[in-house]
Structures are given as structure tokens and as C-alpha cells.
């Protein structure tokens, strides 16, 4: 009898852990279109790694057109989506930290981001997606150099004065603004005809998603000013929704979500100069600013007002601006 209720026991537990096996997650996650950039690169990917990381349990579908890219972290946040693949720039006007590292001359380079991230800017941000946005981060990300497109070519601090440009963040803006250009919101999928037709005359944008975008059919001057040159993007899951995610699967989701977090930033230069190279075979002159003009740049009479315009808006949340910069700037030894 009792050898008869042990093997009843055994098949009772061994069906129970069948079906906890079988128990699957579909999710739907929304992103915008950007082909050839190092975010849709990344983001695309999820769907298959993820179902091969949690052998089949765990589904993601995405879809590039249900959302406005504004819209990214708010759906996301009110739980119309479930997961989303945010950008930092969208936010940077309303949340200051997450235009950190748009700052013109503090953080220069992927390498320094990364460190900044590592230190302490990855975890601030996981609490800002908590609190603010209702949101579990999964990834991280940021998207190739930003660099300036346009008609004509800018070159001197002098050649940016009167020039229609298109930008992605509030920092960038303030930056042109004292450099006497003005910047002109532009839609995504208008930029090139708008070059073309002369409503702008540059756009700063990654050069990868630019390469994709065609924008080296309509113009072959691109700079890289290193002016806030990296500019971030994270994958989002709504904290609801992530809550009745099975324990075990959340650790192999995220285990995943971070390989591939880690692999971007480690191939983040080898895609980069791919697509480098693919633009100078389509006849783009890539010019990086030399350090005579960079240090006209980077001086009081033109940081200052993107700087002060953080700062005013770090304030008004109670978040001690200054402090957050030096932070930065002990953590990259400036």
C-alpha cells in the first residue's frame, strides 16, 4: 500500500512539474522603426534569443507601429503595452538624468559611458524606471555616435550660426541655440526630403540609423562635434505585468536580456566602423572636430546655457544637479 501511494505521489508531482514546464508567456513589446541602428539591432534579436533561453516557454512579439515614439515609455508605464523599447532622449526634456550623458564635453565616449553605467548611472536608471515609469529594465543600450548631417559642410563654431537643424534632445538644443543655429523639429520619416528641400540643413543623429535612413544619399558632409555623443535607449517590462512572469523564468529572461546588453556595448565600435565604412564606399567625407576647434567649443560662452538649463530642471524636481555632474566627472577622473 504504501509503495502503491509513493508511486501515486511520484506521478502526482511529476505532472505537476510538467505543467509549471509547459507554462508559457506570451508578451507583447512595442518599439519605433529604425532600421540599421544599433537599438533596432539589438531589440530585434529578443524575440529569438528569448525563446531559445527559455526553451520555448516564454514568447515575445514585437511591433514597430502601435506606438509614437513619444509614447514608448508612457504605454509602457499605464500598462497599454507590455513591454517597450524606450528612448532616453523622449525623456530628457521632462526627466533631466536621462539626458546625463547628452551634456556637451562630460562624457565623451561609449567606454566613458559604460563606466558611468557600471558605477552608478545603471542602477540610478532602474530606479527611475521604477518609480517614475512603473517598469522593471531589462537591457540597455545606446545608439551609435552622434554626428551632424548636413547640406553644406559645419566646421567652425562660426558655421553652425543661422543653420535649420534637426535634434533629438532638450541639451542639443540649448547647445545650438547659443551656437546661433536653431533647431527645427522635423518628423523621423520626413528628415530627408526635408534636407533635400532645404527646410533644414543638418540633422544630429546616429550614423548608423542615418546610414539605414538614406541620409547619405541627400548630403555627404558628416561631423562628429562630440557633443553629447551617446544617447541611450533600455528595454522596459511593465512591473505588473513582469510580476506574474514564473520566478524561474524571469531569471532566464533577464540572464539573456543582459548577455545582450553586454554584447552590444562590446561590439558597440566593430558595427559602428562597419557602417563607416559603408558610408565613405557611398561617397560620405566623415570629419571629426580637431581639439583647437573643440576647445572654442567647449567653453563657458556656449555650455553654459545647457548646463544652467539642466540644472533649472534638476531643481524643480529636487534633484541636485551639480552634484550628479562632479559625480560623474570623479567617477571618469575630470
Not at 541627400?218 to 557633443?227: E, S
Not at 512572469?245 to 540572464?255: F, T
Amino acid at each position: 500500500m504504501k509503495a502503491f501511494l509513493a508511486m501515486c505521489l511520484g506521478l502526482v508531482v511529476s505532472v505537476a512539474a510538467s505543467v509549471v514546464q509547459a507554462q508559457e508567456v506570451d508578451l507583447t513589446m512595442v518599439m519605433i522603426p529604425g532600421p540599421g541602428s544599433t537599438y533596432s539591432r539589438a531589440v530585434l534579436q529578443i524575440p529569438e534569443r528569448i525563446e531559445k533561453a527559455t526553451n520555448g516557454r516564454a514568447k515575445i512579439t514585437i511591433n514597430n507601429s502601435l506606438v509614437k515614439g513619444t509614447q514608448l515609455a508612457p504605454s509602457v508605464r499605464d500598462g497599454r503595452a507590455q513591454m517597450s523599447a524606450v528612448l532616453h532622449p523622449y525623456l530628457s526634456s521632462g526627466d533631466p538624468r536621462m539626458g546625463l550623458s547628452h551634456l556637451p564635453g562630460l562624457i565623451e565616449s561609449i567606454e566613458e559611458y559604460k563606466f558611468v553605467w557600471d558605477a552608478f548611472y545603471g542602477q540610478m536608471l532602474s530606479e527611475i524606471w521604477l518609480e517614475n515609469w512603473n517598469s522593471v529594465v531589462l537591457a540597455e543600450g545606446a545608439f551609435c555616435t552622434q554626428n551632424l548631417w548636413s547640406t553644406t559642410p559645419i566646421r567652425t563654431i562660426e558655421d553652425f550660426k543661422g543653420k535649420k537643424i534637426r535634434v533629438n534632445n532638450t541639451e542639443s538644443a540649448h547647445l545650438l541655440n547659443a551656437l546661433g543655429a536653431k533647431p527645427t523639429p522635423i518628423a523621423w520619416g520626413e528628415i530627408s526630403s526635408a534636407l533635400q528641400r532645404g527646410l533644414i540643413d543638418g540633422i544630429m543623429s546616429a550614423s548608423c540609423a542615418g546610414q539605414q535612413q538614406g541620409f547619405g544619399q541627400v548630403t555627404k558632409h558628416l561631423q562628429n562635434w562630440k557633443t553629447g555623443p551617446i544617447v541611450g535607449w533600455a528595454v522596459l517590462a511593465n512591473k505588473e505585468v513582469w510580476a506574474k512572469v514564473p520566478a524561474d523564468l524571469q531569471k532566464l529572461i533577464k540572464d539573456e536580456m543582459w548577455a545582450l546588453q553586454e554584447e552590444g556595448f562590446h561590439t558597440y565600435y566593430e558595427y559602428q566602423n562597419s557602417v563607416e565604412k559603408i558610408l565613405e564606399g557611398e561617397g560620405a567625407e566623415l570629419w571629426v572636430a580637431p581639439d583647437s576647434e573643440l576647445k572654442r567649443l567647449f567653453v563657458p560662452e556656449y555650455t553654459d546655457a545647457v548646463y544652467n538649463a539642466w540644472y533649472e530642471r534638476c531643481e524643480k524636481l529636487g534633484i541636485d544637479g551639480k552634484a550628479l555632474v562632479q559625480r560623474v566627472r570623479t567617477v571618469l577622473g575630470k
